[in-house]
Nanobody, 119 residues
Framework: QVQLVESGGGLVQAGQSLRLSCAASGRIFSINAMGWSRQAPGKQRELVATATFGGTTNYADSVKGRFTIIRDNAKNTVYLQMNSLKAEDSGVYYC?????????????WGQGTPVTVSS
């Protein structure tokens, strides 16, 4: 099994920054990609950013230029640096893992970490 430990959420004012982290542990053979999605109250979960362990990154249009996803391959960890936060960035942020383990290919979601941006 894969365990994801997320941290870094909290309450900030608009314009400020937060840094989320997600560390994967377990019997991991390889990681295809890790990333972050978010879900605001009453809305569907949306992809925020992904990073393949080969170096490709993708961002939602709404966060391009403000958010940066950073990989630490040695630690099986991804970070989401969020700058110039807006009220509409509020929501629960979920880490996602896609990779190969002793159980085969798996996709795992974290428990979520809340982010609240006050305007």
């Amino acid at each position: 099994q894969v365990q994801l430990v997320e941290s870094g959420g909290g309450l900030v004012q608009a314009g400020q920054s937060l840094r989320l982290s997600c560390a994967a542990s377990g019997r991991i053979f390889s990681i295809n990609a890790m990333g972050w999605s978010r879900q605001a109250p009453g809305k569907q979960r949306e992809l925020v950013a992904t990073a393949t362990f080969g170096g490709t990154t993708n961002y939602a249009d709404s966060v391009k230029g403000r958010f940066t996803i950073i990989r630490d391959n040695a630690k099986n960890t991804v970070y989401l640096q969020m700058n110039s936060l807006k009220a509409e960035d509020s929501g629960v942020y979920y880490c996602n893992f896609q990779g190969r383990t002793v159980m085969g290919y798996v996709e795992v979601w974290g428990q979520g970490t809340p982010v609240t941006v006050s305007s």
